[in-house]
């Protein structure tokens, strides 16, 4: 189990390269991640939802992503509360101290789908969350060192040396944890090192001497992280290209699915730019995306605060492209109805306009993999739907794509403006040479698929080449019934 001195310090992507790592050494290795929290979502092989980190790590396995790699999913709706999905499947709402008092009963299927998963591997990597010094929420975990215990899984402990104070992370959280806690952990590793790794061959030795624990190596900065999907939204950067084509993105409070945006980083005539709470969309956007949220309504306030709505607006007058995912295609309606508040207060809320359509939603919540055609190019994607709410208006008389012979999406009589419920469509290399062609880019013709592969075996190098990952296998114990 690879656990954080504190939240992200790499664990995600740890996981992920050793996984590819093992697995090139002809093991079968299977992902898990007790509880996550996200909203940035997968739609698994098996109708479920799990958190994105755990969808790449199961490609680093060569397996299809599974709702037992990641039972328990938190997805914020507001600052106090989540939606709670339990095996794939959503169960409810609660508000953060109703999960306090409700987690403690999810050990149970939490270790149900361990246990079953364990069945099909040989090696079994678990993703902690946040960090085990979190002592105040030590009661009732099923995340980290409650988990490690109640399965009888060995722990190394991850430092991030980037953020500073690295020797007080490791050897501090060995200080406030429970002894019997701490005698879980076998081992400790610092990642994110700066520089010459051997510039830290005192620190790393105090560590070894403060704590008794074996050390595994010090990570160096890992450059070419960003052509990995990120999890978390305090990760989202703008793309690394200077290209011509400039797509502008407003980071929403509750942004989901934003990795739908990685595969327009790697194009070198894209410009990406995210744009933060404060700062206005750029003036010179030839595309604004609207991507996905966990909160409509919630969302449309939070757009409006920021002024964005106006910006948006001037950039449609301005003849810009405007294309809405899931809850951004929501949003560009005339007005969102949530009659049974299941994304906050009961109530409507008016939309942006852009598109003639309205949104109501419903309990129902859509989960399923898609083979899709863009109806303008003719062009064909696979996606997924990830969403609760049903729209419909005039410009559904314009389909934005077409699945299985059903109309989907909507389009404004010009063209410019674009809605779709399908999350994952820029992925496919195709799609995405014809829309952004449409709009008068050029695509690199760049496989998306083969790019993420390359980065996931330089990254199982880089993690052999610096971390004894042959004493991490002998640390690993039998999974336990």
Not at 162 to 182: E, H, K, L, S
Not at 327 to 338: E, F, I, S, T, W
Not at 423 to 441: E, K, N, T, V, Y
Request: net charge negative.
């Amino acid at each position: 189990m690879i656990q954080g001195a504190g939240s992200n310090v790499g664990k995600s992507l740890l996981v992920a390269g050793l996984a590819r790592a093992f697995t090139r050494r002809g093991l079968a290795v299977r992902p898990f991640k007790s509880q996550n929290m996200s909203n940035n979502a997968a739609v698994t092989a098996d109708g479920g939802e799990i958190g994105r980190a755990q969808a790449l790590q199961a490609l680093a396995c060569g397996v299809e992503p599974m709702t037992d790699m990641n039972p328990v999913l938190l997805k914020p709706e507001t600052d106090t509360g989540a939606q709670v999905v339990v095996q794939g499947r959503r169960v409810g709402s609660l508000r953060a101290r109703e999960y306090s008092r409700a987690k403690s009963s999810l050990m149970e299927p939490v270790l149900e789908s361990f246990r079953r998963l364990s069945t099909e591997a040989d090696l079994m990597l678990v993703e902690g969350a946040g960090s085990p010094a979190e002592v105040n929420l030590r009661a009732g975990d099923i995340a980290n060192m409650g988990f490690a215990r109640a399965a009888h899984v060995p722990v190394l402990l991850v430092g991030d040396i980037d953020r500073g104070g690295v020797i007080a992370q490791i050897v501090g959280t060995q200080a406030v944890i429970d002894p019997a806690d701490a005698e879980m952990i076998c081992g400790f590793a610092i990642n994110k090192f700066r520089g010459d790794p051997r510039l830290f061959d005192d620190g790393y030795r105090e560590i070894a001497a403060r704590t008794g624990w074996k050390g595994l190596g010090v990570l160096p900065w890992y450059e070419n992280a960003h052509r990995l999907p990120a999890e978390d939204a305090l990760d989202l950067a703008s793309g690394p290209g200077g290209g011509p084509f400039h797509v502008v993105c407003p980071v929403l409070s509750r942004i989901a699915n934003f990795d739908d945006l990685d595969p327009l980083k790697l194009e070198p005539d894209v410009r990406l730019t995210m744009v933060r709470a404060g700062s206005a969309l750029p003036g010179d956007a030839d595309l604004v995306i609207l991507p996905g949220t966990k909160s409509t309504r919630g969302d449309l306030a939070f757009l409006r605060a920021q002024g964005w709505d106006i910006d948006l607006a001037g950039h449609v007058r301005r003849g810009g492209a405007v294309l809405g995912l899931c809850g951004g295609y929501q949003m560009l309606g005339r007005k969102v109805l949530d009659p049974e508040g299941l994304e906050g207060d009961p109530g409507e809320t008016q939309g942006l306009g852009l598109l003639d359509i309205e949104t109501i939603m419903v309990p129902d919540k859509r989960l399923t993999r898609v083979v899709a055609s863009h109806v303008p190019s003719g062009a064909g994607f696979s996606g997924y739907e990830i969403h609760i709410g049903r729209s419909d208006g005039p410009d559904r008389a314009r389909p934005f794509a077409s699945v299985d012979g059903r109309d989907e999406g909507a389009m404004s009589p010009d063209g410019r403006v674009m809605g779709s419920y399908l999350h994952g469509l820029f992925a496919s290399d195709g799609f995405r040479s014809a829309f952004l062609a449409s709009l008068g880019a050029t695509a690199s013709g760049l496989s998306h698929g083969a790019a993420v592969e390359t980065a996931l075996d330089e990254l199982a190098v880089h993690l052999e080449t610096h971390m004894d990952i042959d004493a991490l296998l002998e640390m690993a114990g039998p999974v336990t019934s």
